[in-house]
Structure formats: C-alpha cells, structure tokens
C-alpha cells in the first residue's frame, strides 16, 4: 500500500514515517537520542533510511564501531568511553516498554545514572549522582564536601580516611 508511506503524488515524508516509528517520535519530542541532535532532526528520514531495494533490503545500517555518540543526549566520557556498546544498550535498562521489544536497538536508555547503576546510597542521598562522582571511578567522590553533611568532621574525625568509618 503506497500511501502508508508516501503523500499521493509526493516521495516518503518524515511524518509518515513518524506516524509508525512513534518510539522514535517520541524521543525526538522530548529532545533525546541521536535522531534529535543538531545534525540528524532537521534531515529527512529517507537521506539515511531509504527503501525500494527489495525484501531483504537493511534499511538500518548502523556501525557500531564508527558511531559519535556525542550526537546523542548522552556524552560518553570516563568508564563510559571505554566500555561494550551491549553493557548499556540492554533491553532491562529501557524503561520504554515499546522500545524494550525492538530487536537489537540502541534506543530508549535514560541518562540519569541510577537507570543503569544500583543506588549504592539506597535512597539516603541527592538523585545526582554527579554532584558528588565522576565517570571516571565510582570512589573517591571528589565532589563530596562531609562538611555539607550532616556528619561535619571536626578534630581527629577530619584526619582519618573515609574507609575507616564507611567501610
């Protein structure tokens, strides 16, 4: 059926594809993922996903190992630059539960860190993680000022090291 994809008379539009894709609709409505970045929202959906090559035909064509994930909302920087692509693109990470059911996809993963990490705090502390860690390593967190705490190390309390008491 023709004009499930085209305009009568017209080529394939972004919104006819948007009409099907909603998962990526809805990302590119809420600003996130690489369909949203600067360099790929204002293209037409057919520059990169062009069809009428047959049945078999990939459609998607994505290089994992080339891929600037800085197009994404998501920058990777410390740890997370050097781990496997899978370790977080994982259908148990995707909250959106239509996304989770796509086959091999990269979509769907919040950026807030507790979507991927355990809340090692379990709750006690700020949800920004990063207003105390880094991406660089869990421990130290050099962002962590005890005298903002409710604990103020005072006297021999400020010379012994955090392992000590927070085993």
Same mark, same amino acid.
């Given at each position: 059926?023709?004009?499930?994809?085209?305009?009568?008379?017209?080529?394939?539009?972004?919104?006819?594809?948007?009409?099907?894709?909603?998962?990526?609709?809805?990302?590119?409505?809420?600003?996130?993922?690489?369909?949203?970045?600067?360099?790929?929202?204002?293209?037409?959906?057919?520059?990169?996903?062009?069809?009428?090559?047959?049945?078999?035909?990939?459609?998607?064509?994505?290089?994992?190992?080339? $891929? *600037? #994930? +800085?197009?994404?909302?998501?920058? =990777?920087? /410390?740890? @997370?630059?050097?781990?496997? %692509?899978?370790? !977080? &693109?994982?259908?148990?990470?995707?909250?959106?539960?239509?996304?989770?059911?796509?086959?091999?996809?990269?979509?769907?993963?919040?950026?807030?860190?507790?979507?991927?990490?355990?809340?090692?705090?379990?709750?006690?502390?700020?949800?920004?993680?990063?207003?105390?860690?880094?991406?660089?390593?869990?421990?130290?967190?050099?962002? $962590? *000022? #005890? +005298?903002?705490?409710?604990?103020? =190390?005072? /006297?021999? @309390?400020?010379?012994?090291? %955090?392992?000590? !008491? &927070?085993?």
């Amino acid at each position: 059926n023709c004009t499930q994809c085209h305009d009568l008379g017209n080529k394939v539009t972004n919104t006819k594809c948007l009409d099907c894709h909603k998962e990526i609709k809805e990302l590119l409505n809420k600003g996130r993922g690489y369909h949203s970045s600067s360099q790929v929202k204002q293209k037409e959906c057919i520059e990169c996903h062009s069809e009428h090559h047959g049945r078999k035909f990939e459609m998607i064509r994505f290089d994992e190992k080339n $891929f *600037d #994930h +800085n197009q994404t909302s998501y920058v =990777l920087d /410390g740890k @997370h630059k050097v781990i496997d %692509c899978r370790d !977080c &693109h994982k259908p148990d990470l995707i909250e959106n539960t239509a996304i989770r059911k796509l086959e091999k996809t990269f979509l769907g993963l919040q950026d807030k860190c507790i979507s991927c990490h355990q809340d090692f705090h379990q709750g006690t502390l700020d949800k920004d993680c990063k207003k105390c860690h880094n991406t660089e390593a869990f421990r130290p967190a050099p962002g $962590f *000022d #005890h +005298n903002k705490s409710d604990f103020k =190390l005072k /006297g021999g @309390h400020s010379k012994v090291e %955090c392992k000590e !008491c &927070h085993e």
